[in-house]
């Protein structure tokens, strides 16, 4: 069954970084474009980067632009998500998800079960 486990996420100052990771098992990770999606609390999901099965196309929500990196190793089966000038608005559970699109927030079947990310002073 499709597994994918996310670590890296923690508390951060303002203007401070993390890089997410999240590695996939159960499926052929090379044949599928991947995403991330978050959390805030009281809030639903939102969808945050996609990049295509082959990792030459990164596209992300205006929220992160500028400051959120996607990337992946297909060798490694691992997602990444560099985050940087990391803003209290970013405070979220962050979900690995298979699937490229913004539609991946309505498939939460294909989710992990998430990394807590926490910005304050």
């Known amino acids: 069954e499709v597994q994918l486990v996310e670590s890296g996420g923690d508390k951060a100052q303002p203007g401070g970084s993390l890089r997410l990771s999240c590695a996939a098992s159960?499926?052929?990770?090379?044949?599928?474009?991947m995403s991330w999606v978050r959390q805030a609390p009281g809030k639903g999901p939102e969808w945050v980067s996609g990049i295509d099965m082959g990792g030459r196309t990164p596209t992300y929500a205006d929220s992160v632009k500028g400051r959120f990196t996607i990337s992946r190793d297909n060798a490694k089966n691992t997602l990444y998500l560099q985050m940087n000038d990391l803003k209290a608005e970013d405070t979220a559970l962050y979900h690995c998800?298979?699937?490229?699109?913004?539609?991946?927030?309505?498939?939460?079947?294909?989710w992990g079960q998430g990394t807590q990310v926490t910005v304050s002073s």
């Open positions: 159960g499926f052929t990770f090379s044949s599928y474009d």
């Open positions: 998800a298979r699937g490229g699109s913004r539609l991946v927030v309505f498939t939460p079947q294909y």
